[in-house]
């Protein structure tokens, strides 16, 4: 059963709307179904992509799409570029409808895809940008600024000349992201943006996603899939979980957690005279079922580990004890529920469900 | 639709395929060493006939004046019927047919753009068998040149209406154009490239009437009897109207059709594959 997003998080409130994706379903049709039921020919039922999806994304807010391979992801993202039709629902983007206003919209959006076969191979980086800008309709002088600006900008400025076949992977992905960026369009569609980049590479592509939102001259919108759940928390304002088409759930990354699990686990590293005194102290004074102390011989000091519920003042009577006891704090870690874990119980969730479906 | 966007719009899938052809000079030198070795070869063949034409087909009196006319006007009429087909066939290769329709691009845009190189090129190749033929073999034109042109221009719109028909195929059906096979093949055997058309009636019969269907047969006609009989605007009305009537019917059945194309292939998620 899909899970309902909690509160509305399917709006941000606070923004007006870049976007929004109205009950869209998409179906793929079987070729030529009544030729083939003419024929009597057997044929596969028609496969549900993506199934009754709603969500708006505000200007200036990146929102992220996750989910396992297969889930719709890539579907949706070009129906919202117009590349496939909704079987059924809306796409409206910037107050145009995906279908009947289809060239509104891609005047709206840039895609960068995850395909890497979408340039011309035998082109040089700059006379593959400068083609897509001159279809978008920049003047040549003008396009040549732009492609400039925009090679500086994702370090690709060196590579100008080269062939498009020469490149590496990472800076094809680049290039990609340049592409969609070139006639400045006020959202962004990026899917797995940083894929085959690098570690530096890939941060570097980050903090340019995340001032591309910030510039308050032109805020834009930015929607990304991507496989890299750290990538995701750090960066996306909001996020949807999607599972064999269907959105499982869509909030924050903070509210997305905590609805996984309310618990945080805690480890304290600190040094006491007497631990065993303080170890008796802690149990004296909580209830704590999970209280672990150990000693941990490679630091020199005791290691106290529990888990507490979010933002209960567990730690801090935790800390009052320990200074009581007269122990020098060394070190304070937490470690809470991560976006893997909450993809991870919806995929068990959806597992189950096959299973009980069987 | 804003006339300077669209002329950049064209100018940049020219630009664009001027540089991908620059990057295969071999082939272009090739091509051109090719038109010289056929010109060649049929300047001796013609010899063969020297003083035996049949005097019912005033067209044919001059063999190579009418073969390098047939061979140069086919080339320009089959890059009219197949430009759109290639290109679309080749972006769903490349991969590249998704970020084209990812810009506001129109419809008709498209079409008119992806077929402008291979124009470029067909007006370049095929000038190149009347050039050869006047430069080495002595072969003169008279006539109407701008009549000619009319024909040649008539022509190639009604063979882009069915070009665009079988984009719509390549769009939707990925291979198999019964267009292909029906005018490729068609063309050079009943239009009347190689010998008079006449000659199928005589030795086929009714299947001589596979001619009358075929654009390029009209579009042929009216040329060869600009540019060798030197007829006026009055005596080749026929033909005229002819090409007229098929492009007032195919251009708006044609456009709908590849509309309807491109959505099916949207609704089906299938623009980039082959």
Known sequence: MTEQPSSSPSRNQDRSSAFSVDHISKTYPVPFLRLKKMFRRKFKPPVEAVRDVSFEVGEGEIFGLIGPNGAGKTTLTKMIATLIQPTSGQVTVKGFDSVRDDEDVRRNVGLAGAEERSFYWRLNAEQNLLFFARLYGLSGKLARQRIAELLELLQLGDLTRKRFAELSTGNKQRLSVARAMLANPPILLLDEPTRSLDPIAAARMRATIKSLTQNHERRVTVFLTSHNLAEVEELCDRVAVIGRGEIRALDTPRNLKARHTENEQVSIMFSAPDAMEVESALRAAFSIQSLILERSTAIDAWLLKFSRQNEDDVLDSVLRVLQQSNCVIRGIESERATLLDVLESYEEEETAGKEEGK | ?274
Not at chain 2, 139 to 151: D, I, K, S, T
Request: with cysteine; proline share 4%; aromatic share 16%.
């Open chain 2, 1 to 274: 639709m804003n006339p300077l966007l669209f002329l950049r719009r064209i100018w940049a899938f020219v630009a664009r395929d001027w540089r991908l052809e620059l990057s295969y000079r071999m082939q272009f030198f090739l091509r051109v060493l090719s038109i010289l070795i056929v010109v060649t070869t049929l300047f001796f063949i013609s010899k063969i006939f020297t003083g035996f034409a049949d005097p019912r087909f005033s067209q044919w009196r001059d063999p190579l004046a009418a073969w390098l006319t047939g061979l140069a006007v086919l080339n320009y009429f089959m890059t009219g019927f197949s430009s759109l087909a290639n290109a679309i066939r080749q972006e769903q290769v490349q991969g590249t047919l998704e970020s084209v329709l990812m810009t506001p691009i129109s419809v008709p845009t498209v079409i008119v753009a992806s077929s402008a190189w291979d124009f470029v090129q067909a007006t370049f190749f095929s000038s190149l068998y009347l050039v050869f033929g006047w430069l080495f073999f002595n072969v003169h034109y008279q006539g109407n040149f701008l009549l000619a042109l009319a024909f040649l221009l008539l022509t190639t719109f009604v063979l882009l209406c069915l070009g665009i028909l079988s984009a719509s195929f390549a769009m939707v059906f990925k291979r198999g154009d019964p267009f292909g096979i029906f005018l490729g093949a068609g063309s050079a055997l009943f239009s009347g490239v190689f010998f008079p058309t006449q000659l199928i009636g005589e030795y086929a019969g009714r299947v001589s009437s596979i001619s009358r269907i075929l654009p390029p047969t009209y579009g042929l006609d009216g040329i060869r009897r600009v540019l060798i009989e030197g007829q006026g605007f009055t005596q080749v009305q026929e033909p005229l109207v002819t090409l007229l009537l098929f492009l007032v019917v195919l251009l708006p059945l044609s456009l709908w059709v590849f509309g309807r194309a491109i959505r099916r292939a949207k609704r089906e998620g299938s623009l980039i594959q082959y």
